[in-house]
């Protein structure tokens, strides 16, 4: 069974940063392609990065060159830095498998960022 916890979560002033952590448990970490998603009010869950498992990384239009994600295979953790945050970044933060989610999602991690 697919666990997921997501952390690091903060209320932030535009500009800050911030550094978000997941750690998975019932899959083979090392060969997942992993993401982070992220779901702002009244909006649908968006990709926001995501890692393969050889680490080559993508990132969505509007964090590109501010967002990092990273992983750790042998903490089974993916992170996710965030730099220069803005408002409209503010959401809950998901990890899941990139490609095809998991059907089990963890519980996310609020990210506020205040103007």
């Known amino acids: 069974q697919v666990q997921l916890v997501e952390s690091g979560g903060d209320l932030v002033q535009a500009g800050g940063s911030l550094r978000l952590s997941c750690t998975a448990s019932?899959?083979?970490?090392?060969?997942?392609?992993m993401a982070w998603y992220r779901q702002a009010p009244g909006k649908q869950r968006e990709l926001v990065a995501s890692?393969?498992?050889?680490?080559?990384?993508d990132y969505a239009d509007s964090v590109k060159g501010r967002f990092t994600i990273s992983r750790d295979n042998a903490k089974r953790t993916v992170y996710l830095q965030m730099n220069s945050l803005k408002p409209e970044d503010t959401a809950v933060y998901y990890c899941?498998?990139?490609?095809?989610?998991?059907?089990?999602w963890g519980q996310g991690t609020q990210v506020t960022v205040s103007s």
């Open positions: 890692i393969r498992r050889s680490g080559s990384t």
């Open positions: 899941n498998r990139g490609g095809t989610p998991f059907d089990s």
């Open positions: 019932g899959i083979i970490f090392s060969i997942n392609n």
